[in-house]
């Protein structure tokens, strides 16, 4: 006799650390991170329709087509995603890695179509193309093309990274034709995301921090010579240094200036949901890029900090993948894909508090656009699959502890 109590149901096969600490069925938890990642994503993401049904019915209703047609039109792209963001979450790790390439030159061809007959110009920029009566914006999916290919890049160079040769080839060069291929649509705010997307893959792959001055500084360098050389960009930047003149007022800081007063008026508990006064023409981008300032209006600073909460968890689950694992390709892509995110979360929401000139970037998860709000989606769904390859933890009761010392 082994001591076993008899069951009538059939015993599970484990094996490796289940087998030395269970007698009986063994129930392998969730990955915390994965419930992390997967709650804060879709907390944002119904949180961002619910916000941008608000910020533009009133508006769609004035223009004649209808007050939910932009809801329909984001609840679209959602309904899609978020399913395609689960199914991505079902591969393996090593399928990330034979796809690195593939995903790059499919990105970058997107990007490429950008400058033909199809490409779109809007804002002063072109970055869009025209499918099916509908505008996508490639740049977004190149953010997780560009992640992956780091990832894959510099792990396989992990051992070598201390040579500023096999750092520079070929992650400079093709880091340059990606931002370039963006900046060339003048799309500066996206470019610096791409920026951000780098370096957060050369900080995670652990390059020394002394090779990092070199690329910050040509990067500092970069951004001053193209903002200096576009008088539309240098005009920006001059009206968020001015504090409310009536000329600028008119012209560049009529949205700025509105965002930062619709977060002024909405107090601790806001004016309510559906209440704000600024999505009333008085905020263009009102279910864009300034969606924030109706989340500040409507909902008040809780509001506020409801979004910022939920970010924090999104930053807790994804961290815990960077220092859980013991991959390199995992551990890169997990960083570049948390600094992307968060990086232009925190640039929007500085742009609407007017802490930082307007960049055009969208709030992941909740502004409205269908492009943006797909490949976001997407790249969680590569931060759950890996975190479904994390090591879990099972609970050891200390009934199960005796036995296995025995």
């Not at 997107?110 to 505008?135: C, D, H, K, Y």
């Not at 510099?154 to 201390?162: Q, S, V």
């Not at 992307?340 to 930082?356: D, K, M, P, S, T």
Request: glycine share 10%; net charge positive; proline share 5%.
């Amino acid at each position: 006799m082994d001591g076993r109590i008899p069951s009538d149901e059939p015993e599970p096969r484990v094996s490796g650390w289940a087998a030395r600490v269970s007698l009986g069925r063994v129930f392998q938890p969730v990955a915390s991170e994965f419930l992390l990642l997967s709650g804060a994503t879709l907390a944002l993401a119904v949180f961002g329709l619910v916000m941008v049904l608000s910020a533009s019915s009133a508006n769609d209703t004035a223009s004649g087509v209808g007050a939910y047609d932009s809801l329909l039109r984001q609840g679209t792209f959602a309904l899609v995603a978020v399913p395609a963001m689960f199914i991505i979450s079902r591969f393996p790790v090593r399928f990330f890695k034979r796809i690195a390439w593939l995903a790059l030159f499919g990105a970058l061809g997107l990007q490429a179509l950008v400058f033909t007959p199809m490409g779109v110009e809007s804002g002063g920029n072109r970055n869009w193309i025209a499918i099916g009566g509908m505008n996508l914006q490639p740049s977004e999916f190149l953010k997780l093309a560009l992640a992956l290919w780091l990832g894959f890049t510099l792990a396989r160079k992990h051992e070598l990274l201390t040579s500023w040769k096999h750092l520079f080839f070929p992650t400079v060069p093709v880091a340059i034709v990606a931002i370039g291929s963006v900046l060339a649509g003048s799309d500066l705010g996206t470019a610096m995301i791409l920026v951000l997307i780098v370096l957060a893959a050369l900080f995670f792959a652990g390059v020394r921090l002394r090779m990092f001055i070199v690329p910050v500084l040509l990067g500092i360098l970069a951004v001053a010579v193209l903002a200096i050389t576009s008088p539309d960009r240098m005009r920006r930047i001059m009206s968020f240094l001015d504090t409310g003149s009536l000329a600028c007022y008119a012209e560049d800081c009529f949205q700025p200036l509105h965002g930062v007063w619709g977060l002024a008026g909405g107090g601790i508990f806001g004016l309510g949901l559906g209440n704000s006064k600024e999505k009333y023409d008085w905020l263009p981008a009102a279910a864009n890029d300034y969606i924030f300032a109706i989340v500040g209006e409507e909902l008040g600073l809780i509001g506020c900090i409801v979004v910022l909460a939920l970010f924090g968890l999104f930053a807790v689950g994804a961290f815990r993948i960077v220092r859980r694992t013991d991959d390199p390709f995992v551990r890169i892509v997990s960083g570049a894909i948390a600094v992307w995110i968060l990086g232009q979360a925190l640039i929007n929401i500085g742009v609407v508090l007017r802490v930082f000139p307007v960049l055009g970037v969208p709030l992941p998860f909740m502004s409205a656009g269908g492009t943006s709000l797909i490949s976001v989606l997407l790249a969680v769904g590569v931060l759950l699959a890996f975190a479904r390859s994390l090591p879990v933890e099972a609970p050891v009761t200390p009934a199960r502890e005796m036995v296995a010392r025995r």
